[in-house]
């Protein structure tokens, strides 16, 4: 398939302080990425347009049933002005998977990714060049039929958006406080807590919401039946280094398969450390934390990286881990990391891809 191209003219094209302070997700560039598909014909019209509103029949599927999937990656402007993104067809991957769960089409990952491509290399004037800061990638797949019933629609649109967002970390790479929650769950076995789709996370909003007014930034779930064994937090994957072993939740269908997750684990196998991806209870963590023997605790996401943190609520006590500072593992793990992402480190598992 062919991407029509109906671009803004130039003098049309905004042009924005891309040095000054970015929060995340409120700008987007330019142009969009869209595609149709419909039952018996498949998908159709790609296309690469100005950023518009989308318009859609009030009975569509997804304002309703929210037959609806995302994803989230960044392109990354590199030490060597080379635009690189970070294991894009692990994205495309899992957005098939949750396309599958959703009973929704799949789409062909590779023309996804040209579509990825295309887009970003069109507005790469938008992304930003401060370390730390990049522009995020968001594909949207979602149900548009305009029917009442509850069934798969029959027809769909693919956009993808992009956002300059800046530095995670502006104050430093300094560690968290999250809530675990023993009141709300986020998924249940046979559920779709392992597909990014929108429900999930209006599902978490009200736990998120009560954690902030006690002046937590996350919440960490635990398990809907037995709420004993950890599973992740709010967009991130949760891990705990013990004297020896890393230990992080395993992907039993309650949790997101996260992209940095998985490639945590193989960095740390490659570099010697034991890890485990096991079940672990909410109280192993908390002996942990009081004996020491927990070193350290961070989550993984494609937002924050490695996001370190230094204090855990549970039931009414307050437990702190490594005295509130960020560890040396996850400071080698970010390091490493983004060193591959912005082009300053080797990328010796194949990691990168080049736009164009
Ligand atoms: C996206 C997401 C993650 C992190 O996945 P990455 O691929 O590492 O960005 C973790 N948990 C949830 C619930 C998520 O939505």
Redesign the pocket.
Known sequence: MEIKLELLPPEKRRKLDLEGDLPFGCIFTDHMFLMYYQEGKGWYDAQIKPYEPICLDPAATVFHYSQTIFE?LKAYYGVDGRIRLFRPERNMARMNYSAKRMCMPAIDKEFALHAIKTLVDLEKGWIPKEIGSALYIRPVLMGTEAFLGVKPSSEYIFFIILSPVGAYYKEGFNPIKIYVTDKYVRAVPGGVGDV?TGGNYAASLMASEEAAKLGYTQVLWLDAIERRYVE?VG???IFFYFEDELVTPALTGTI?P????ESVIQMAKDWGLKVNERRITIDEVIEGAETGRLKECFG???AAVISPVGYLAYKGKEYVINQGQTGPLAQRLFEELTGIQYGEKPDPYGWIQFVP
């Open positions: 989230g990014k992740e967009t991130m994957n997101l996260g992209i940095t997750r993984t996401g494609t």
